[in-house]
């Protein structure tokens, strides 16, 4: 297959646009040249797709497990093992994140395709989670890699549902390290207080979201894509007039690795003091984990 592929790299920091292959009769070699061209190029565009419902799917299980979203519901499709997202319903995700990442085991890889696109803007943009590791310097790298975090639902409205995860993941298959925190779903770093870690959390979601890290898609209907959440994040331009509609195709499967943390969690030991309010979350995880010292 790879001889016959139009493989185009859209940024020097990440992307491809992949042409002349028709995603509806990929079979299971076809899948994995796919995964090693998605393991070169962090995500990848098929251009003038269009595939049926059944056929997203069956693309979606050549990577995994597929599932539906854990707290989305769709507006018009009925299909629950597609998530469906319609912008004058709500469904624009105009924060950077990976895919469900409030879960032990997020998204591993997401399948979407373009359905309604507006004439202008609602263009994605992704960044790649390794560079943003790699440059940062010597002493956050290793500072980084000695912490966790806590991620939760509160975007769906679901702060309860909580997981931690290590703030630099190790990428099963390449072996490269990326930085695994994102604005929408990351709440607070386990092993910092709560000031200290909205600090740095600030600064690591600027730090992700600069442009020498990230490649701007413009989308036509029709056009898929496919992005690996371990090494990625993305973020929908929300700046378009008209109606704008996705539907995605979620491989699931895969749990971070990273290092173990280094320090034990910070929580005030006061129950009740004026700053221990910022601690209540993470005291609430720890607490269900039995891990609360
Ligand atoms: O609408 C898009 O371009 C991406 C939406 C999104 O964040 C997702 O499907 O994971
Ligand atoms: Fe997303």
């Known amino acids: 297959m790879a001889e016959r592929l139009e493989v185009r790299r859209l940024a020097s920091a990440l992307g491809a646009e992949v042409r002349d292959l028709d995603l509806a009769s990929v079979d299971a070699a076809g899948a994995r040249e796919i995964e090693q061209l998605l393991y070169a190029h962090q995500v990848l565009f098929f251009p003038e797709q269009t595939l049926s419902q ?4 069956s693309l979606g299980e050549h990577f995994g497990r597929i599932e539906g979203h854990p707290h989305i519901e769709n507006p018009t499709l009925r299909d629950e093992r597609i998530l469906e997202l319609v912008a ?8 950077w994140h990976s895919d ?3 879960l032990p085991e997020p998204a591993l890889i997401s399948i979407l395709q373009m359905v309604r ?23 956050l790298r290793e500072l980084c890699e000695g912490l966790t975090a806590l991620h939760n639902a509160e975007p769906h409205g679901r702060p309860e ?9 190790v990428h099963p298959e ?8 994102n604005e929408h779903f990351t709440r607070r770093i386990v092993e910092l207080s709560a000031p200290e870690s909205a600090l740095l959390l600030g600064y690591l979601a600027r730090w992700m979201a600069s442009p020498r890290f990230t490649v701007r898609y413009v989308w036509r209907a029709g056009t898929v894509a496919m992005w690996d959440n371990r090494c990625t994040q993305h973020f929908v331009l929300n700046d378009f007039e008209g109606e704008r509609v996705i539907q995605r195709v979620t491989v699931m499967g895969d749990r971070p690795e990273g290092a173990a943390p280094r320090w034990k969690p910070y929580v005030r030991s006061t129950g009740k003091s004026d700053t221990s ?3 209540r979350m993470l005291r609430r995880y720890l607490r269900e984990q039995g891990s609360e010292s």
């Open 54 to 57: 059944d056929q997203h799917r």
């Open 88 to 95: 004058s319903r709500g469904g624009v995700a105009d924060e």
């Open 100 to 102: 469900l990442t409030f």
């Open 117 to 139: 696109c507006p004439a202008i803007g609602g263009d994605t943009l992704w960044s790649n989670a390794y560079l943003a590791y790699e440059q940062l310097s010597a002493p």
């Open 161 to 169: 549902v909580m997981t931690v995860h290590p703030m630099v993941r």
């Open 174 to 181: 390449t072996g490269r390290k990326a930085l695994f925190v």
């Open 277 to 279: 309010r910022h601690d």
